[in-house]
């Protein structure tokens, strides 16, 4: 069936208002709409914005004297009147900082106001201790203050917090990583939120490492041109996030989009047979390339590397891909009868050479489904990469001081 045309722009999430006591409101609006756009002149904030030219031109005044944008070289675009000058974020205007933690690796990301990578450090395990994990964080964090220091004065008094994107569960599915369970248990009753906060002074904003990782998609990604989609990022576990009308929609306990956990199948009949169905993460998971790799005698770390192309490694690769294209296929199918959206965005923390196959195979098993009744979604390759979770969880911090909406995450006008 053929897609509906899609309205020429998205609705505008938050709009400025002219009237007194709203200063803080419209200029976060402003900024949102230079975040969304880029580098723009005052005329054409006026208008995404729906201020006035006045309001827009003090508004601007104040940002420039706070130093959060700059103003680019001239641009003249006919030959009668002034030329534009566009305005831009300032990159050393605010910071964050972003961790990632994951079943496999801890990461730690200096953010700018422009959501560029400045630093970063990296410490991987075979699995979380909590107890080296937090002191850890703790030890990255004042790392990545002090190199701060060292870019320039007052730079450092620009960090605005700093935002953790790890799983909601990081003790469970033990015996699939083969985590010992006393270790397992730890993270059961542990307010990992709590701890994080004890282990800096600035403000921790906590989120769920595939929201975060969607959230860096649909901020700073391809997800900015897709209105309503899912997300699927293949990491040691897959796991994704949900869109919706641009929006992300975590649902009411913060797992929407958690692709990991769909059956594989329905259930058996319980009168002639045992168990329940696999998870979609039993099969679909860098994890089980890890394994693979493993029991061939091969280093399992090369799934995460160019390494899993290779001559030894590829047959391997080959066939985890065929499996996976097949599962995130399912999940699309799902998705899509019952949700409607327009694409499913595919992204891991695997190399690049492997994500492009990945990709092709995904929509290739997309053939082997019936679409009668429902519209066949688009397949996207994701832009992030394996930074997605670190980078969606420093944009929390940023978007709680700067965007004009803190609770969700928005597009403006196309």
Not at 139 to 148: E, G, I, S
Request: hydrophobic content about 45%; overall charge neutral.
């Amino acid at each position: 069936m053929p897609r509906p045309a899609h309205p020429a722009s998205a609705p505008l999430p938050a709009r400025g208002s002219n009237q007194v006591g709203v200063r803080q409101y419209n200029e976060r609006v402003v900024l949102q709409a230079i975040r969304q756009h880029g580098a723009l002149p005052k005329a054409e904030l006026a208008r995404l914005t729906h201020l006035s030219a006045q309001a827009v031109s003090l508004i601007i005044d104040r940002l420039l004297a706070e130093d959060l944008v700059t103003k680019q070289a001239p641009v003249r675009g006919g030959r009668v009147g002034q030329p534009s000058v566009p305005i831009a974020l300032n990159p050393d205007g605010a910071f964050a900082v972003g961790i990632k933690v994951g079943r496999r690796s801890m990461d730690a990301l200096l953010v700018d106001f422009t959501g560029a990578v400045r630093m970063r450090h990296s410490t991987p395990y075979a699995w979380p201790d909590p107890q080296q994990l937090f002191a850890d964080v703790g030890r990255d964090v004042q790392r990545l203050q002090a190199h701060l220091s060292t870019l320039g004065p007052g730079l450092a008094e620009r960090l605005q917090g700093v935002g953790v994107a790890a799983p909601f569960f990081l003790g469970g599915w033990q015996t699939l990583l083969g985590m010992p369970e006393a270790q397992a248990r730890q993270w059961q009753h542990l307010d990992m939120a709590a701890c994080m906060q004890d282990t800096t002074d600035l403000p921790v904003h906590f989120v769920k490492d595939t929201s975060a990782a969607c959230v860096a998609e649909l901020v700073a990604g391809v997800g900015r041109s897709v209105r309503s989609f899912l997300y699927v990022f293949v990491d040691t576990f897959i796991g994704g996030g949900l869109v919706l009308d641009s929006r992300l929609h975590a649902g009411r306990h913060g797992n929407g989009g958690a692709v990991g956990s769909l059956p594989l199948h329905i259930q058996p009949d319980s009168a002639h047979t045992t168990g329940v169905p696999p998870q979609l993460l039993s099969v679909a998971s860098l994890q089980n390339l890890e394994q693979a790799f493993e029991q061939a005698g091969l280093d399992p770390t090369a799934a995460y590397d160019d390494r899993a192309l290779l001559a030894d490694w590829a047959p391997h690769s080959q066939a985890w891909l065929a499996q996976t294209a097949r599962g995130i296929a399912m999940a699309a199918n799902v998705t899509a009868s019952l949700l409607d959206i327009d694409g499913v965005i595919v992204d891991g923390s695997f190399s690049r050479s492997l994500h492009s196959l990945l990709t092709q195979q995904v929509q290739q098993a997309l053939n082997q489904y019936h679409w009668e009744g429902i519209y066949r979604p688009d397949i996207i390759a994701g832009t992030i990469g394996s930074d997605a979770r670190a980078l969606g969880g420093a944009l929390m911090p940023l978007y709680a001081n700067f965007a004009p909406d803190r609770e969700v995450f928005l597009k403006l006008e196309a």
